[in-house]
């Protein structure tokens, strides 16, 4: 191969005796320098052996520096402040490793979408942490709910809106609708499935909607807003205690589950679709007491109850177990499951579907549940469920069967209709 002048980011030409693949190349990793990298135009990474590529043609050098870009503010317009914790929506491509990094500062967030100014101000921007949701705990749900408990007292802030990566981001907007009860304004989480910078990236429409629901709607809900589908034209702003993702990528990954969207998103205006609670003046005071000793648990067929036996060993507090279908397990789960209840553990029900609700009473095996002291929790979320025992639990003083049934933040709905 012809000697290489070429750098990671530089766009380039590797060439072959019969081929030549057009792309970026990238940093190739410590133990495998006789591999050539190239991300190809279509997002995917390629690797060619170095023995094979008779020369790599730069085509354009890669950028060495970034303009400037000033946050600018209009009184003529609402103020919003925005709470970013990382993930992709946050971060951008690193044409180094052809993976994506963490941005550095707030500027380089909004260079990329300055849309997001046409109708509202970003008047604050708090950074808690930085992190992709994977590597999230209880903990900074809590440290979220205190930016946004100051946030919404501040009366020149209209709404607040939290970036989030996409894997958690359902049990971060669960525990923000308990954590923070009855806000006084609109909360909104969103989020990207693909980087900031890429053409594909659903990061401007997700954006600029949830700044219109921050700053110009009346909905004082903790909301999720997203793609309502894999268009580019609008989005859905989703109960934050009754959605879920539902896709590892497409733009529309999160749905509404047992329940409907309160609103469509365009980004210049909202239709309202159900019922919702409207801003007001309240005080708000998170409420972010935690009891950790919680799990969620997947019954399959087959499966060993000793699993519980580690959990009661570990001396958990409560459990959230996936039951089969309307709210089932083996004769032997159902054993167990009296056991460690009568040795203090709190044992609740979702059900494994993701549409439809457990009921008690409808077979033999529910029934033996119930009296072995299962907690049917009817149609909410398991991951909604496990973040309001954790909830629930954190308060010693609280009866935890009456306040699992009671519908503090939209996790329980009426049944639908075939139509929804």
Not at 76 to 104: Q, W
Not at 122 to 144: G, T, Y
């Amino acid at each position: 191969m012809e000697k290489v002048t070429a750098k990671p980011g530089d766009k380039v030409e590797v060439h072959f005796v019969k081929e030549i693949y057009e792309g970026t190349l990238l940093e190739s990793p410590e133990n495998e320098k006789g591999v050539v990298l190239l991300k190809l135009g279509n997002g995917y990474n390629i690797g060619f052996n170095k023995k094979d590529v008779l020369k790599i043609r730069t085509l354009r050098k890669a950028k060495v520096s970034e303009e400037k870009f000033e946050i600018k503010k209009d009184s003529s317009k609402p103020n919003i402040a925005m709470v970013i914790t990382g993930g992709t929506i946050s971060s951008r491509y690193d044409s180094r490793t052809g993976g994506v990094h963490p941005l550095d500062t707030p500027e380089s967030l909004f260079k990329f979408y300055p849309e997001i100014f046409e109708r509202v101000n970003i008047a604050k921007i708090e950074i808690p942490f930085m992190k992709f949701s994977e590597n999230m705990n209880h903990k900074d749900w809590q440290k979220i709910a205190k930016v946004c408990e100051k946030l919404l007292n501040e009366p020149n802030i209209s709404g607040v809106v939290v970036t989030h990566g996409t894997d958690f981001l359902h049990y971060t907007a669960s525990a923000l609708s308990f954590f923070l009860g009855k806000v006084n304004k609109p909360v909104v989480l969103t989020y990207s499935q693909r980087s900031i910078d890429r053409a594909s990236s659903d990061a401007n429409l997700n954006l600029v909607c949830s700044a219109e629901v921050a700053g110009l709607s009346d909905i004082a809900e903790v909301v999720l807003v997203g793609h309502a589908n894999s268009e580019d034209n609008f989005c859905y702003a989703m109960p934050g205690a009754k959605v879920r993702k539902l896709h590892t990528s497409r733009r529309d990954a999160f749905k509404v589950v047992n329940d409907k969207p309160i609103a469509k998103v365009f980004p210049n205006r909202i239709e309202i679709l159900k019922n919702y609670h409207k801003r007001n003046k309240n005080k708000i005071k998170a409420d972010t007491k935690f009891e950790e000793k919680v799990a969620l648990v997947k019954f399959y067929p087959g499966q060993s109850s000793e699993i519980l036996d580690f959990y009661l060993k570990n001396k958990y507090k409560g459990l959230i177990i996936e039951l089969a279908g309307i709210g089932q397990v083996s004769d032997v789960w159902i054993k167990k499951i009296k056991e460690i209840v009568k040795k203090g553990i709190v044992v609740c029900g979702t059900s494994q579907c993701i549409n439809g609700r457990v009921d008690g009473f409808v077979y033999s095996a529910g029934r033996k549940l119930k009296d072995a002291g299962m907690i049917y929790l009817d149609d909410m979320l398991s991951e909604t469920a496990l973040v309001k025992l954790g909830w629930v639990l954190g308060h010693k003083n609280w009866n935890v069967k009456e306040k699992m049934l009671e519908n503090i933040s939209g996790e329980f709905n009426e049944r639908l209709g075939f139509e929804d």
